[in-house]
C-alpha cells in the first residue's frame, strides 16, 4: 500500500503492517544485541574502551559482569569444580542475547495481532477542500453547537486524531464538555493538488478557508490551537488575520531550531543532497522515511517500549492504551515536496524561523508583532521540540504566558496526566484571557 492510499492506517487482513519502518527496528534491535559477543570478548582482555560521560555507568556494568563470572566458577551439582568459566559465560550470553529479542519480537507480533480497532462517534465534517477536512465537535454533545469555537491545527505530519484518540481519550471531546467548540482540522494524505503545495498554500490557503467555514458556521471569531508543527502555521494565522483571532494557543510549538538541536541536527546537511534526491524522486517525503528521523532522536526507545509491551497482559488498559498510541504513530502523512523542503533543509537546516527569514505569501513570519493574547505549553520532558526551542518562541512575543507542563510532547496530549496537567491549564486560561470577538 502506498502512502497515497492509505487511509487511517485501517488494516482489513486481521494484521497490522507496522511498526514503521519494521526492517530498521528489527536491523536495530539485532545489531544492538548481537554487539554483545565482540564487546564482552573486547571487556575480557581489557581493550574495551569507554566515553569519558560513560565511565561511571562502565563501572557499574564490570561490576555486575565480574560478580556474573564469579557466579559462574562455582561448582555446579555433579560436575566438576573446574568448569571453565569463559565458555559458561559466554552460553549465559547467548541465552540472554536471545531471551531479549525474542521478547522484542513478542512484542511486536503480540502488537501486529492485536484485536484493538478504533472506534469512535464520528464528528461530522463541516467543510472540505482537496485533501482537507474540517471536524466540528460540537454536534457530538447536547448544546455544544452553542460552545465558543476554537480552531484547532495539527501537524502536517501526523495525524490530527492524536487529540481524539478514543472516546475516553480525547482532548477534543473534553473542551466540548468544558463549554468550547473545537473544529479540528485533518490535512489528509497529499492528492495531486497537494503535492505542489508550499507552506503558503497551507496556510494562506486552506488554513484560511477552514477560519473563514468557523466563522461563517459560528459567526464568532475562534481561539486557535496549533500543537508541535501546527503550532507555527497557527501562529502565522493569527499573524495575518489578527483581527479574525481571539486567542492563541501553541502547544510543545518549535521556533529555534538551534536552541538544544539533537545530536542528529548536526548531521542534516550532510544528508541533504541525498534527501533531496529521494523527495524530488517521489515528489514527497515518504512517510516511512519521516518516521526514521523520528526514531534517530533515541533509536532505543523501539526497543524499550516492545520489551515492555511483551510483558503486558493483551486486554490490559496499558495494552490497549499502547496500541491505541502506536496505530496513530503508524498512521502518518507524507510531506508534498516543497513543504518537505521548506521544514528539513529551511526550519531545521537553516534555521529560518529564529533567523527571521521564513516567509509566508512573501512576508516574514514575525513572531514580535502577534498581539493576540497567546499561551505557550511547553513540554518540560520533550524530545522532539526541545523546551529551549518553545521558550524562543514565547519570549518573543509581547503579549504571551507560558506554562511549562510535566510532560513528554505526545504525552501532553493522551497521557494519564495531560488532562491535570495540560488540559485543564489551556481551558482555564481560555476562560480567563480569552475576549471573544464578533466575527
Not at 187 to 202: H, I
Not at 221 to 229: E, I, K, W
Not at 409 to 432: F, N, P, Q, Y
Request: aromatic letters at 8%.
Amino acid at each position: 500500500m502506498s502512502d497515497g492510499d492509505q487511509t487511517r492506517g485501517e488494516h482489513t487482513d486481521g494484521q497490522r503492517p507496522g511498526p514503521r519502518p519494521l526492517p530498521l527496528y528489527l536491523t536495530t534491535a539485532a545489531t544492538t544485541w548481537l554487539s554483545s559477543y565482540a564487546s564482552s570478548a573486547a571487556w575480557r582482555n581489557g581493550s574495551l574502551t569507554w566515553k569519558p560521560g560513560s565511565s561511571e555507568a562502565a563501572a557499574s556494568l564490570k561490576n555486575q559482569l565480574d560478580a556474573l563470572e564469579a557466579a559462574l566458577k562455582q561448582p555446579n551439582v555433579g560436575k566438576p569444580s573446574d568448569n571453565p568459566s569463559p565458555a559458561a559465560f559466554d552460553t549465559a550470553l547467548d541465552q540472554e542475547v536471545r531471551r531479549r529479542f525474542g521478547a522484542f519480537l513478542g512484542g511486536i507480533e503480540a502488537y501486529r495481532a492485536h484485536p484493538y480497532r478504533r472506534v469512535v462517534d464520528e464528528p461530522p465534517v463541516c467543510w472540505k477542500e482537496g485533501s482537507t477536512r474540517l471536524l466540528d465537535y460540537g454536534p457530538l454533545r447536547d448544546g455544544g453547537t452553542e460552545g465558543r469555537p476554537i480552531l484547532v491545527v495539527p501537524s502536517l505530519v501526523n495525524r490530527g486524531y492524536v487529540l481524539d484518540l478514543s472516546n475516553d481519550r480525547s482532548l477534543m471531546r473534553w473542551l466540548v464538555e468544558r463549554g468550547f467548540r473545537p473544529f479540528l482540522v485533518e490535512w489528509g494524505f497529499p492528492g495531486e493538488a497537494e503535492r505542489r503545495f508550499t507552506l503558503t498554500d497551507y496556510i494562506a490557503g486552506r488554513l484560511e478557508s477552514a477560519l473563514e467555514a468557523v466563522l461563517a458556521i459560528t459567526g464568532r471569531a475562534p481561539a486557535v490551537m496549533g500543537y508541535c508543527m501546527g503550532g507555527l502555521l497557527a501562529l502565522a494565522l493569527a499573524e495575518r488575520r489578527p483581527r479574525d483571532t481571539g486567542a492563541l494557543a501553541l502547544l510543545a510549538t518549535p521556533w529555534d531550531f538551534a536552541a538544544d538541536a539533537p545530536p542528529v541536527a548536526a548531521a542534516l546537511p550532510m544528508v541533504e543532497p541525498w534527501l533531496a534526491a529521494t523527495i524530488d524522486a517521489t515528489g514527497w517525503l515518504p512517510t516511512d522515511m519521516i518516521q526514521t528521523l523520528f526514531f534517530s532522536l533515541d533509536p532505543m526507545l523501539v526497543i524499550r517500549k516492545f520489551l515492555s509491551f511483551a510483558e503486558l497482559a493483551p486486554d490490559s488498559d496499558n495494552a490497549l492504551e499502547f496500541v491505541a498510541l502506536e496505530d496513530w504513530l503508524n498512521d502518518g502523512v507524507p510531506l508534498a515536496a516543497p513543504v518537505a523542503r521548506e521544514t528539513l533543509f529551511d526550519w531545521y537546516g537553516r534555521n529560518t524561523p529564529a533567523a527571521g527569514t521564513w516567509r509566508v505569501a512573501g512576508r516574514p513570519v514575525t513572531p514580535e508583532r502577534v498581539t493576540t493574547p497567546t499561551l505557550a505549553m511547553i513540554p518540560a520532558r520533550d524530545r522532539i521540540v526541545p523546551p529551549a526551542s518553545a521558550r524562543a518562541l514565547a519570549d518573543r512575543m509581547p503579549n504571551a504566558v507560558r506554562a511549562d507542563v510535566a510532560l513528554g510532547h505526545i504525552g501532553m496530549a493522551v497521557s494519564a496526566g495531560a488532562k491535570r496537567r495540560a488540559w485543564t491549564t489551556l481551558a482555564d486560561w481560555l476562560d480567563e484571557t480569552w475576549q471573544e470577538k464578533p466575527a
